[in-house]
């Protein structure tokens, strides 16, 4: 524990009853949490077996294990869990599954898959009425509540609708032997609940549970937290009020101050020493940041120098600020000799990237975007997951329907329609269908002999599951189901191929490693991975939203778009709702290490109209002293222009010598 501050230390070793660790951006916290799993082991308290840890992403997960290993050496952290919530509701269902009316092998619906069957039951409906009632569904799942109870909350004819929706959707899932996402964590909760063997069982699993980042948890997820750790409350929940940025997907930062009516001997112990960022940010950050209310307040610190004051940049428009920014920060990086890692751009929406990356291309910065296609979202990945659910779980009836036409063969939709009804007049799932000869005979001969090529190597892939690890057999799948010949096909160069094949390369990668119970282990393991879980965009500037930062720092950082009516968003204003907007740039301001730049527009295009735009009510709210505005110092600006004009001729001059 050398190293670690009078609070950092005072959290570790606090390990009877529960506590609550306030963490400012920057303090630690991850440091915290993994010498508390090494001193809750060195003292014998409780085995590395009954110590869960639970971040919300994959990536954390993985860091903090990395971390936990190099902390505990040898065998002494054998059986810990580090995962996500839904990885433990995951582990939940795969051990209880029979009391909740599972089988083993259930699968995972996808987004996607969800989505396919919310739209078949609202045969007709428009897009955004089937993403509407989508949304509702999966509104209540994450409030943990069952379709009966959402019924009895509705308190509209929608909500209502909603509910009978959601009954008639989760009765389709329960055909399939399967769960979507939402599910993960709503049915462990109301199993634990209800069943008081399951509760006591899951308590003598995890003695301890740690959660990082607790502010983001939604009701299911803190409910299940309570249902684990009992009224005794053996629990470290680490985490920042000040940094719950996420309502819109559901988390409630309100369980921060439940939880001390849940926990009246709940401890709680603020980490206030910031080891990121130059005090001036700090300043401007808690200065921000105490216009919202506050049940427990911080006040971060540093013991870092002062550091630049924060620039606030009017431009003409959206075109003018990219270009203002690409030009910034081609100078910083000659001037310091900073690699382009250094240097990331944060917006509040994805569509102010636009303008941005013209800038950046203009001048020859590479850059990265944050929030592309999603790696599981690309179709050749998508295509070799069909497969490896219709291995894992042959009653996936939407895995097979992707799998038998990936790639293409002779089985169009005429004969999968006919496959289907068979299948349901015989009570089966349509990968056993396509496994009998007597269905197969009342289908056409070329499709039967189709069908039963795809069934035979399914047969042959389900047998080398007993011989090859999870990762070989990954590629021998890619290999025997045709996926890597039909890519070649489709790709008209052989530069397009290397890509796509990669990606497949890349997917059995993800499962160097694995342990697990065979294919159904596996299979439901990657179903957790999310979209930004691989997301590094090496030396390059970063371009993201604010949404996507949180958790990761840079030593230059420029906010752009600071209007009243993108930050704060429009609909916040309107309907009063500005504390979460200002935490989302209190997250951005805190990621900047040394330097932030701050920048508005004074028009913009609007429905081919020129609007005048007012500076965000943000800005205001920045402590003056703090901050160096355009204009306000002409000397200054007068040289920092020579300093750029000099830059901008040695680039120009490096351009005519080629170099």
């Excluded at 919310?118 to 209540?140: E, N, T, W, Y």
């Excluded at 895995?399 to 004969?415: D, M, N, W, Y």
Aim: hydrophobic share 40%; net charge neutral; proline share 3%.
């Amino acid at each position: 524990m050398q190293g670690l501050n009078p609070p950092q230390r005072q959290a570790v070793l606090h390990s009877e009853g529960p506590l609550l660790v306030l963490a400012g951006a920057g303090s630690g916290k991850t440091r915290v949490i993994v010498e508390k799993i090494a001193h809750l082991v060195d003292s014998g308290r409780y085995p590395a077996r009954r110590i869960a840890a639970i971040t919300f992403t994959n990536k954390s997960a993985r860091e903090m294990r990395e971390r936990v290993a190099k902390r505990l050496k040898g065998d002494r952290g054998e059986g810990l869990t580090i995962c996500t919530f839904h990885a433990l509701g995951l582990r939940i269902l795969q051990v209880e599954h029979a009391r909740v009316g599972l089988k083993r092998g259930f699968s995972i619906f996808d987004a996607d898959d969800a989505s396919a069957q919310v739209k078949d039951l609202m045969a007709g409906a428009k897009p955004d009425a089937v993403q509407a009632m989508q949304s509702l569904i999966s509104r209540a799942k994450n409030a943990g509540l069952s379709p009966e109870q959402a019924l009895e909350s509705a308190r509209s004819t929608r909500e209502r609708e909603a509910a009978a929706l959601y009954a008639r959707y989760q009765a389709r899932l329960s055909s399939f032997n399967a769960v979507d996402f939402d599910d993960l964590i709503r049915i462990p909760v109301q199993l634990l609940e209800t069943d008081e063997e399951a509760r006591m069982g899951w308590r003598e699993r995890i003695g301890y549970l740690l959660v990082d980042e607790c502010q983001d948890s939604n009701d299911a997820q803190y409910r299940l937290l309570k249902a684990i750790a009992g009224e005794a409350g053996q629990f470290t929940c680490v985490g920042d009020d000040d940094q719950s940025i996420y309502a819109w997907r559901g988390a409630n930062p309100e369980n921060l101050d439940l939880m001390g009516r849940d926990y009246p001997a709940l401890a709680i112990i603020k980490l206030e020493q910031n080891y990121r960022c130059s005090n001036r940010v700090l300043r401007s950050a808690n200065t921000l940041i105490a216009n919202n209310p506050h049940a427990h307040l911080k006040t971060l610190w540093s013991d870092s120098a002062d550091g630049e004051r924060i620039r606030v940049w009017e431009c003409r428009d959206s075109g003018h600020e990219a270009e203002k920014v690409a030009a910034e920060i081609r100078f910083t990086a000659q001037k310091h000799g900073a690699p382009w890692s250094d240097f990331c751009i944060l917006f509040r929406g994805n569509h102010q990237s636009r303008a941005l990356e013209k800038a950046m291309q203009l001048l020859r910065i590479p850059y990265h975007l944050s929030g592309g296609t999603a790696f599981l979202e690309r179709t050749e990945v998508k295509d070799a997951l069909s497969w490896l659910r219709v291995l894992v779980n042959p009653e996936d009836d939407s895995a097979f329907l992707r799998a038998v036409q990936s790639p293409k063969r002779e089985v169009g939709a005429v004969t999968l329609a006919r496959l289907a009804e068979l299948a349901q007049h015989a009570g089966i799932p349509l990968a056993r269908a396509a496994d009998s000869n007597t269905i197969l005979q009342q289908l056409p001969a070329r499709a039967s002999s189709s069908l039963h090529g795809f069934i035979e190597i399914v047969y042959r892939l389900r047998a080398e599951a007993t011989s090859l690890s999870p990762a070989d057999l990954v590629r021998s799948l890619n290999e025997k189901s045709g996926l890597l010949d039909a890519l070649k096909a489709q790709c008209r160069t052989e530069q397009l191929f290397t890509i796509r094949r990669g990606n497949l390369d890349e997917l059995a990668e993800w499962f160097e490693g694995a342990k697990g119970g065979g294919l159904a282990d596996l299979g439901a393991q990657l179903a957790l991975i999310t979209r930004n879980d691989r997301d590094d965009g090496g030396n390059q500037v970063r371009l993201m939203s604010l949404h996507a930062a949180k958790g990761l720092e840079f030593r230059y950082v420029f906010i752009v778009g600071m209007e009243d009516g993108t930050l704060p968003h429009e609909a916040s204003i309107d309907e009063g709702r500005l504390e979460e907007e200002r935490r989302l740039l209190y997250v951005g301001i805190t990621r900047a290490k040394e330097q932030l730049w701050l920048s508005h527009s004074r028009e913009a295009s609007k429905w081919g109209k020129r609007v005048t735009l007012a500076p965000s009510r943000f800005i205001d709210e920045l402590p003056a002293t703090e901050l160096q505005r355009d204009g306000a110092d002409p000397e200054a600006d007068a040289e920092r222009k020579q300093e750029r004009a000099r830059s901008a001729m040695a680039d120009l001059r490096a351009m005519l010598n080629g170099d």
